[in-house]
């Protein structure tokens, strides 16, 4: 079955840091690769789509310069949180699918941010 | 915008017993697709079942069946004979062109 990685699964970083967060698709291409984030006991928000090659498309009230999206390549799409504040601590998933939007979505074990 | 809700927070259900976790959405597109994914504790999302809105048939996997009813836009999945490996928080999707938008969660118990 497609399976989807994300690393790493755990960081703790100093504020005022960046922190990169990599999403692969193990076994398939993913023409688009999502980005969510999950508060403890709640729901997950998208944060941004992202098509490889392309700039990413992000959602009504994500900052764009604080939240950088690369989807350099059909397996890889990278989620950097710059400049990192307590705030941000949350928990960071990805989600990746093949072709259109028929095809089913596959998720990432996520990662856990803490920004001391 | 599309709306998903999931009225119950919490459910609990014996094991081997079934339990029914309700959805409901809100949308003025014809074209869509209805899911259900399990979050258990390890917080990995995992599909349980979908549905597409122009097959009238209720998609069923094994133990889980879906009752899907368009004109009313409910969307209920049924678990059959609970296990305790079912134990996790469940949610309803709904999904048309790019946007997945998701429920607010149902946690399921399951009592041995």
């Known amino acids: 079955g497609a399976v989807v990685s994300q690393h790493p699964s755990w960081v703790i970083c100093k504020s005022g840091t960046s922190v990169k967060i990599e999403c692969r698709s193990l076994?398939?291409?993913?023409?688009?690769m999502f980005w969510y984030r999950q508060f403890p006991k709640q729901s997950l928000m998208l944060m941004a789509t992202s098509n490889e090659g392309s700039k990413a498309t992000y959602e009504q009230g994500v900052e764009k310069d604080k939240f950088l999206i690369n989807h350099a390549s059909l397996t890889l799409s990278t989620l950097t949180v710059t400049s990192a504040h307590p705030e941000d601590s949350s928990f960071y998933i990805c989600?990746?699918?093949?072709?259109?939007?028929?095809?089913?979505?596959?998720f990432g074990p996520g990662t856990r941010l803490l920004v001391l | 915008a599309q709306t998903v809700t999931q009225s119950q927070p919490e459910m609990s259900v014996q094991e081997a017993e079934t339990v029914t976790l309700s959805c409901t959405y809100d949308t003025s597109e014809s074209d869509y697709y209805l899911f259900w994914y399990k979050q258990p504790p390890s917080r990995q999302m995992i599909l349980v079942i979908r549905?597409?809105?122009?097959?009238?048939q209720n998609a069923t996997e094994n133990r889980f069946s879906v009752n899907f009813q368009k004109a009313a836009k409910s969307f209920s999945l049924k678990i059959s004979d609970s296990q305790l490996g079912d134990a996790a928080m469940y949610f309803c999707?709904?999904?048309?062109?790019?946007?997945?938008?998701f429920g607010t969660g149902t946690r399921l118990t399951i009592i041995p």
């Open positions: 989600s990746a699918r093949v072709g259109w939007y028929q095809e089913t979505q596959y």
């Open positions: 076994d398939f291409q993913a023409t688009t």
């Open positions: 549905q597409e809105a122009y097959k009238q």
């Open positions: 999707a709904y999904r048309s062109a790019e946007k997945l938008t």
